[in-house]
């Protein structure tokens, strides 16, 4: 149960420890290193997006916008902290990254998510179905890719193209 209303914000610097926090709460995401969640704060803070309440840190997106490809957006990890979950907090963060002005417009969105990992996959389609555009799934990382570490395979997840502003957040106060 979350405390209060919910704000969305950029990351900065300092938050790298928390965000590596929440990814611990969070599988199957895997985690990476408190200087990995440093630099998403320091370089990558116009295409991530914090959630919190007055307990703190309740979720994130964190995602980059491939070299030469500005009208992407890739989203490299959603996470919601076990008392936030089941309430729409992951499609509202995606929502309100989106609806942020950039240097130019975002007409796709691109992920990898695991076969397994079905709330991602429900969210992903459920952003698409939000946006009114088409989801394609196709091959981009093959299991034996990721080496002996029995990792699932990151079919790419492709949602587009569409137009700018996208519908509002539904809960977020």
């Known amino acids: 149960?979350?405390?209060?209303?919910?704000?969305?914000?950029?990351?900065?610097r300092a938050d790298g420890p928390d965000l590596r926090d929440l990814v611990m709460?969070?599988?199957?995401?895997?985690?990476?290193?408190?200087y990995l969640?440093?630099?998403?704060?320091?370089?990558?803070s116009d295409t991530c997006v914090l959630a919190e309440d007055q307990d703190g840190l309740l979720g994130m997106v964190s995602g980059y916008r491939p070299p030469g490809r500005d009208d992407t957006l890739f989203v490299w990890q959603v996470a919601?902290?076990?008392r936030a979950r089941g309430r729409g907090l992951g499609l509202d963060m995606l929502l309100g990254l989106l609806s942020r002005r950039g240097r130019s417009p975002v007409r796709w969105v691109e992920t990898t998510v695991g076969p397994g990992n079905r709330a991602s996959r429900k969210l992903f389609a459920r952003l698409a179905v939000r946006l009114g555009a088409a989801l394609d799934e196709t091959t981009l990382f093959e299991a034996a890719l990721f080496g002996s570490g029995a990792h699932e395979a990151e079919?790419?997840?492709?949602?587009g193209p569409f137009t700018l502003p996208v519908p509002e957040a539904g809960r977020i106060s």
């Open 80 to 82: 919601v902290d076990p």
């Open 25 to 34: 709460r969070c599988p199957p995401l895997d985690l990476n290193s408190v």
């Open 1 to 12: 149960m979350t405390a209060g209303p919910v704000r969305l914000r950029p990351p900065a």
């Open 155 to 159: 079919p790419l997840l492709r949602i």
């Open 37 to 44: 969640y440093l630099l998403l704060g320091e370089h990558f």
